[in-house]
């Protein structure tokens, strides 16, 4: 089961910031927080990743809570292409008793309208 | 583009029939993982490799499923005498794991239907 919580939808309006939440009440201290978005019949897309502190990179923002139960995902200036379903991941690092593969909940439909 | 490719990216079987698909990975990344996405759901785990050893299989793997590494580059998986509920998108994906943090890229499938 996965291990992270997220609505199932959610609207924004194109040019407006989405800010899409996750809660991971159960997250392990080496456990990292990853981000992938899937469009429409392609396959998941990274976006981003992180442990504690908050990253940004070309795509989007991550906001890690200092206890780190919850998440948030920013897309600064959302556009239409955006428009997805977006995934909360939380996954121990390679070299734990990790085995490496994501589990994938239901996620978040992001509509983005204009 | 160096990204994970697939091939085919669609394939219309007869039940019964098999297929097979391939999966090239992003160059040099050492683990290769297949999941299974049905329509409306988020991907599932098949199984994964490290180089050519296969190091996991999910239950969701039958015996009909079969994946190989053979030289710890591309992968290929086949799926004998294929039954309608085998309709679904298989996804690849490839990840370099040095340690820390590991990110999987995907590729854009291979999506199969069932007859």
């Known amino acids: 089961d996965a291990k992270t919580t997220q609505p199932p939808s959610m609207d924004c309006a194109e040019g407006r910031a989405a800010n899409l939440p996750c809660n991971h009440s159960?997250?392990?201290?080496?456990?990292?927080v990853y981000w992938y978005r899937q469009i429409h019949s392609q396959g998941p897309q990274y976006i981003i990743h992180g442990l504690k502190n908050n990253e940004t990179n070309e795509m989007a923002s991550l906001i890690i809570t200092e206890d780190r139960k919850s998440s948030t995902l920013i897309l600064p200036h959302a556009t239409l292409r955006d428009t997805a379903v977006y995934y909360c991941?939380?996954?121990?690092?390679?070299?734990?008793?990790?085995?490496?593969?994501?589990?994938f909940g239901q996620g978040t439909t992001l509509q983005v309208k204009p | 583009d160096t990204g994970v490719s697939q091939d085919p990216r669609h394939k219309i079987t007869k039940r019964g029939q098999n297929v097979t698909f391939r999966c090239d990975p992003i160059?040099?990344?050492?683990?290769l993982y297949w999941y299974r996405q049905t329509l409306g759901q988020g991907p599932e785990f098949l199984t994964y490799?490290?180089?050519?050893?296969?190091?996991?299989k999910s239950r969701l793997l039958s015996d009909r499923f079969s994946a190989e590494r053979p030289k710890g580059s591309f992968s290929t998986l086949e799926i004998q005498r294929t039954e309608q509920g085998d309709s679904a998108m298989y996804l690849c994906?490839?990840?370099?794991?040095?340690?820390?943090?590991?990110?999987?890229?995907f590729g854009p499938g291979t999506r199969l239907l069932v007859l």
């Open positions: 160059s040099e990344h050492n683990r």
């Open positions: 994906a490839s990840s370099l794991a040095t340690g820390g943090a590991e990110t999987q890229y």
């Open positions: 490799f490290q180089n050519e050893a296969q190091l996991e």
């Open positions: 991941i939380v996954r121990a690092p390679y070299g734990s008793s990790n085995t490496g593969k994501l589990i």
């Open positions: 159960t997250i392990s201290g080496n456990e990292y």
